[in-house]
């Protein structure tokens, strides 16, 4: 599986941006798509999941600001961002895995190369 992130931009603070993540090729290995972000540093954030069941969790720092969803099979997963904030920028990766995970980023086996997010004040 592959997955392939698009969407990302420059926006200035409380503005908008949609991402999109579109794969490969339907399979059972979407059933529970993530986004995760990264500011310059090591580690990735959790940001946002959705699983096959439209289950749903958002880390607290965007909730109530994002908001995930998943449609066809061929874009497993969006991420509709509100509100954007200057911290809110870095890149962001979309992940899936075949199983019910949660925010652990070492549990997904797939991963986008990731497209940028820049929020200027």
């Known amino acids: 599986v592959q997955l392939v992130e698009s969407g990302g931009g420059a926006v200035q603070a409380g503005g908008s941006l949609r991402l999109s993540c579109a794969v490969s090729?339907?399979?059972?290995?979407?059933?529970?798509m993530a986004w995760f972000r990264q500011a310059p540093g090591p580690e990735r954030e959790f940001v946002a999941l959705i699983r096959w069941t439209n289950y749903t969790d958002y880390a607290a720092s965007v909730k109530g600001r994002f908001t995930i969803s998943r449609d066809d099979a061929e874009n497993p997963a969006y991420l509709q961002m509100s509100t954007l904030k200057p911290e809110d920028t870095g890149v962001y990766y979309c992940?899936?895995?075949?199983?019910?995970?949660?925010?652990?980023?070492?549990?997904?086996?797939?991963w986008g190369q990731g497209t940028q997010v820049t929020v200027s004040a």
């Open positions: 992940a899936s895995a075949p199983r019910e995970v949660s925010r652990t980023a070492a549990d997904y086996d797939y």
């Open positions: 090729e339907y399979s059972f290995d979407t059933y529970t």
